[in-house]
């Protein structure tokens, strides 16, 4: 099953590391899209270690990093971070047989 998360808050970053390390413990495919502030989770170490275990499997949009995050080093999210746009997100939802969006 391909399991989709799109995080729009930078608040939810506990519950979205918690989503997807329980959506690939029961063998799904989870996929995430940071958009808004929810790129801030970018910054969030436990986060980042579940984007690392599944490198490629979250996308974050290009535009929310450089307005929020203007100082965040994107060669180091390279190989573990699509960087791209709203486009990624709507594939996202196009592929998930479940979405959840926090």
Not at 59 to 64: E, I, L, M, P, Y
Request: proline share 2%.
């Amino acid at each position: 099953m391909v399991f989709g998360l799109v995080v729009t808050d930078a608040r939810h970053a506990a519950a979205a590391a918690g989503v997807l390390a329980g959506a690939a413990a029961r063998g799904w495919d989870a996929r995430c899209f940071l958009t808004d502030s929810g790129v801030r989770l970018l910054q969030d170490g436990e986060f980042m270690a579940q984007a690392r275990a599944r490198p490629l499997a979250v996308a974050a949009c290009r535009h929310s990093i450089d307005s929020l995050l203007p100082g965040c080093d994107l060669a180091a999210l390279a190989g573990v971070v699509v960087l791209g746009s709203q486009f990624q997100g709507a594939k996202l939802a196009q592929a998930a047989q479940a979405l959840l969006v926090l």
